[in-house]
């Protein structure tokens, strides 16, 4: 299983992660679009991929932390003839402590990093669903899993991608579309720029190039993961996350309270993680 063939549109395909796609995509022989805020940075990542690889690639700046720059985008994946594949990657994140950052740049983190690959994923999950045929990629991060990790707005974002991720997926199974969530670790990407944040003071065991970080999602992309993890050296871990996350499914609604919330029950009888 690869990347079906058609051209993909990329979003934060100006510098790493996404330029990194971007080359990888091109060399597979993808025409591309590429989305970002910088059309001098697009324009000279354009030239280059045409140059190495032959390929078709066209720019298309736009801010998607504002619902106009999201709904220029959700245009092209309708509009434009084609496209068979979303890369959703554009975003920013947040190290500092919840009660120490500012609201309005919370909430553009969360225009960005949840409303933009919501609503492009939606555009794409309808276009191609209706040609039987395409790919949806969503960066996430493995804060999503471990979201007390950093700055809990950017853990609640990614948080987001992956289960907007796991739902999407089950409801276009069958449909010839694709989805994949990747969630990188610590890469060395323009991310670790933002105040309050050093990529020198990360052990280098830590931090994976973008270029390794592609390269094994892509590998997880063609042999049909769901959830990609370039890190995880053991996949039985995430396997046990899953078994017990599905293992409670059956367990998390019911008509009647559980017994250790009746008031006559010991106070020992909660869990750890409930009285945590």
């Not at 395909?13 to 091109?26: E, F, K, Q, T």
């Not at 390269?215 to 871990?237: H, W």
Request: aromatic share 6%; hydrophobic share 50%; net charge negative.
């Amino acid at each position: 299983m690869t990347f079906p063939s058609g051209s993909v549109l990329i979003t934060g395909a100006s510098s790493g992660i996404g330029a990194v796609y971007a080359d990888r995509l091109a060399a597979r022989g993808h025409d591309l679009t590429l989305v970002a805020r910088n059309e001098l940075k697009l324009t000279a990542l354009a030239e280059a991929l045409r140059d190495r690889h032959g390929v078709h690639v066209r720019v298309a700046p736009a801010d998607l932390a504002t619902a106009e720059g999201i709904a220029e985008i959700e245009t092209l994946l309708t509009r434009q003839p084609g496209v068979a594949g979303l890369v959703n990657n554009a975003g920013i994140g947040a190290v500092g402590k919840l009660l120490d950052s500012d609201p309005d740049e919370m909430e553009r983190m969360v225009t960005l990093n949840v409303a933009a690959p919501m609503r492009l994923a939606m555009a794409a999950a309808r276009a191609f669903s209706a040609h039987r045929h395409g790919a949806i990629v969503n960066i996430s991060s493995i804060v999503a899993v471990g979201p007390e990790i950093l700055n809990g707005v950017y853990g609640g974002t990614k948080a987001f991608v992956l289960a907007f991720s796991r739902s999407l997926a089950a409801e276009l199974e069958g449909t010839g579309v694709q989805v994949q969530c990747v969630l990188p670790g610590a890469t060395g990407t323009a991310f670790w720029q933002m105040p309050g944040a050093s990529l020198d003071a990360l052990p280098k065991a830590w931090v994976m190039t973008p270029e390794d970080l592609v390269d094994a999602a892509l590998v997880g992309f063609d042999r049909g993961e769901f959830a990609t993890l370039p890190s995880l050296a053991d996949p039985a871990e995430w396997n046990a996350w899953e078994r017990a996350r599905e293992a409670m499914l059956p367990h998390l609604s019911s008509a009647s309270v559980a017994p250790r919330y009746r008031p006559d029950a010991p106070a020992e009888a909660g869990t750890a993680a409930a009285r945590a």
